[in-house]
């Protein structure tokens, strides 16, 4: 089983739309959880860390649960420029600090 | 600025060269981690670095090689020695916190084609 795993979609939406991502995580030592965003040819770039509480930014919605190893992101009202791949990362403390998933891609259609 | 810096942008080897791709950081984070990515794909850890002078493989170190003599900079060699080396590579930093590690900072990449 993989570290940190996404469903690679395409998710294909209408703008406007409301769209959520799932990641699942295997080791229950991760501390640190967080949602990159990648355009394509760039950099991968922080979009949100998630919190034990849960968290938002606008109309991004991120949660963990961490009893079923899992975090989301939710987005809502959907924007032709959220089209992008979006990565799961997991941190713990120790060694391999840093896990990424492979990502999931998001397009979305006028 | 604070940040972290890669170059070249682009990069072109022959068969059977070394290449180095430089990774500097101004951020004063302990940890730095070189990735692969191709194209399509998730990222792959090739090496990390948590502290100077001490650096751990990755799932995909195989003909890459690494050096961490100052807390600023993470060079990447790949060696003639990796089969397939034409992707994009992204060098990352890090803080460790009490509770774990802040989020990832990433570079602009570096692509390399092998011609």
């Known amino acids: 089983r993989k570290e940190v795993e996404q469903d690679p979609g395409p998710f294909n939406v209408p703008e406007g739309a409301t769209v959520a991502f799932n990641c699942t995580y295997s080791n229950s030592a991760s501390q640190s959880f967080f949602w990159y965003r990648q355009d394509c040819r760039k950099e991968p770039k922080l979009l949100m860390s998630v919190y034990s509480s849960g968290n938002e930014d606008g109309r991004f919605t991120a949660q963990l649960n961490r009893a079923s190893q899992y975090i989301s992101l939710l987005i809502r009202d959907s924007k032709l420029s959220d089209s992008a791949t979006y990565l799961c990362v997991v941190n713990k403390s120790g060694r391999r600090a840093l896990t990424f998933g492979s990502g999931t891609r998001l397009q979305v259609q006028p | 600025d604070g940040g972290i810096t890669q170059s070249p942008k682009y990069l072109f080897r022959k068969e059977g060269q070394n290449v180095t791709l430089s990774c500097e950081q101004n951020l004063n984070h302990d940890a730095m981690y070189w990735y692969r990515q191709d194209p399509g794909q998730g990222l792959r850890l090739i090496y990390y670095?948590?502290?100077?002078?001490?650096?751990q493989k990755g799932d995909i170190a195989e003909g890459y090689s690494v050096s961490r003599e100052k807390k600023e900079s993470f060079p990447l060699t790949v060696t003639s020695a990796q089969k397939n080396p034409t992707a994009f590579y992204l060098c990352a930093s890090s803080k460790e916190t009490g509770q774990g590690w802040t989020e990832a900072f990433f570079g602009q990449g570096t692509r390399l084609t092998v011609v």
């Open positions: 670095s948590q502290i100077v002078n001490d650096f």
